[in-house]
């Protein structure tokens, strides 16, 4: 039973994606929103973490402000997990450009970070 929590099952929907290739459909860094296979996703913080900001869920986000561009590229999900670094990857499958990183940064042993960052290519 996952329990009731239902970030806890949103959660574990976006863990069962990694490997998964599908449509990336921009992110806005502002809201921690982002749209992949046809979903629109939002990045979580821990409210419980002081000064720290760690991730803490990878939910169904509320799209109706999210202004989203259709098939920026095929990509795939990669989890990562580092000494400084423990997260998730949206990467282009053709390119291998990183299109979106989410996740926790830990550069400062006492402080680490949620990151929330978009990589758009310019034309």
């Known amino acids: 039973m996952i329990g009731t929590n239902p970030n806890v099952a949103m959660h574990m929907h976006w863990k069962n994606l990694i490997g998964f290739v599908g449509p990336y459909g921009g992110a806005d860094e502002a809201s921690m929103l982002f ?3 046809n ?3 939002q990045v979580i913080v821990d409210e419980y973490d002081g000064y720290r900001s760690c991730l803490d869920y990878v939910v169904y986000g509320d799209g ?6 259709n098939n ?6 990669e989890k990562l997990d ?6 998730y990857v949206l990467k282009d499958i053709e390119t291998k450009h ?3 990183k989410i996740g926790t940064e830990y550069i400062d042993e006492y402080y680490p970070c949620a990151i929330f960052k978009h ?3 310019y034309k």
């Open 64 to 69: 109706k402000n999210f202004i989203a561009c």
């Open 98 to 100: 990183v299109w979106l």
């Open 39 to 41: 979903i629109i996703w």
């Open 35 to 37: 749209k992949f296979d």
């Open 119 to 121: 990589y758009p290519i």
């Open 82 to 87: 580092s000494k400084i670094f423990e997260g």
């Open 72 to 77: 920026l590229a095929t990509v795939v999900v």
